[in-house]
C-alpha cells in the first residue's frame, strides 16, 4: 500500500488542523493507521493508532485529549485532527500502515511497514 500524507501547515497556538493519510490499494480496512511526529532536535515519536477492523483508537500522552484519529474507509483515509495546537507540537507528522498488526506493537514504530512521506506543522506562538 502506498501512503500520501496532506495537510500540514502554519497555525497560530491554541489552534486547529486536520491531517490527511490517503492509502492506495484494496483492503485498507485490514491495515492499522498510525501517526508519528518528528520533533526537532528529537527522535520520531508514536502520536496515535487507530486498529484494523473495529477502529480502536490509541494516543499518546502528549497528545490525549487534544488530538482525535479517524477513518473513513470508504475513502481509503485517515485523520487526524488535531486541536488546541501548541509550539511543542511542531514536528513533521507522518502516517504510517500494517496490516493486521497486534495491539500490543500499534505505537512501535518498527512494526510498521508502510509510510507516508511526512507533512509539516507549525505552530507560531
Known amino acids: 500500500v502506498q501512503l500520501q500524507a496532506s495537510g500540514g501547515g502554519l497555525v497560530q497556538a491554541g489552534g486547529s488542523r486536520r491531517l490527511s493519510c490517503v492509502a492506495s490499494?484494496?483492503?485498507?480496512?485490514?491495515?492499522?493507521v498510525a501517526w508519528f511526529r518528528h520533533l526537532p532536535g528529537k527522535e520520531r515519536e508514536f502520536a496515535a493508532a487507530?486498529?484494523?477492523?473495529?477502529?480502536?483508537?490509541y494516543y499518546s500522552e502528549s497528545v490525549k485529549n487534544r488530538f482525535i484519529i479517524f477513518r473513513d474507509n470508504n475513502k481509503n483515509t485517515v485523520y487526524l485532527q488535531m486541536d488546541s495546537l501548541q509550539p511543542e507540537d511542531t514536528a513533521t507528522y507522518y502516517c504510517?500502515?500494517?496490516?493486521?498488526?497486534?495491539?500490543?506493537?500499534?505505537?512501535?514504530?518498527?512494526?510498521?511497514?508502510?509510510w507516508g512521506q511526512g507533512t509539516q506543522v507549525t505552530v507560531s506562538s
Open positions: 487507530i486498529s484494523h477492523g473495529i477502529g480502536t483508537t
Open positions: 504510517a500502515a500494517a496490516s493486521f498488526l497486534d495491539e500490543r506493537y500499534r505505537s512501535t514504530e518498527r512494526y510498521y511497514n508502510f
Open positions: 490499494g484494496r483492503a485498507f480496512n485490514s491495515y492499522t
